[in-house]
């Protein structure tokens, strides 16, 4: 008799979130981060710790250590802050 064949099938899912920011009624506006060295929409400390998830303290240690930039006064970046939560942020304005 002929020799029993074993088949093997692999499947690979693979996800993608993104995080969509709706910023109409918001306090955030567009500005120039130096360190990114580009245009980023900026947010205040309390509505980024809101969205990220993360006590307001916490992210105040994140922006002293230079992990998180301040764009503009007290606003935070918003490129650095998606960076640092490895997030996919899109600010849409509706």
């Not at 020799?3 to 506006?29: G, L, P």
């Not at 400390?45 to 992990?67: H, K, M, P, T, W």
Request: aromatic share 8%; glycine share 6%.
């Amino acid at each position: 008799m002929g020799e029993i064949k074993k088949r093997r099938t692999e499947i690979t899912v693979e996800t993608r979130t993104v995080t969509i920011i709706r910023t109409r009624n918001a306090d955030t506006h567009t500005v120039f981060c130096v360190t990114c060295d580009t245009e980023v929409t900026a947010l205040p400390l309390q509505y980024a710790a809101l969205i990220f998830r993360v006590n307001e303290s916490e992210l105040g240690l994140f922006v002293g250590s230079g992990d998180i930039h301040t764009a503009e006064n007290t606003n935070l970046c918003g490129n650095s802050l998606a960076n640092f939560f490895k997030q996919e942020v899109k600010f849409i304005e509706d």
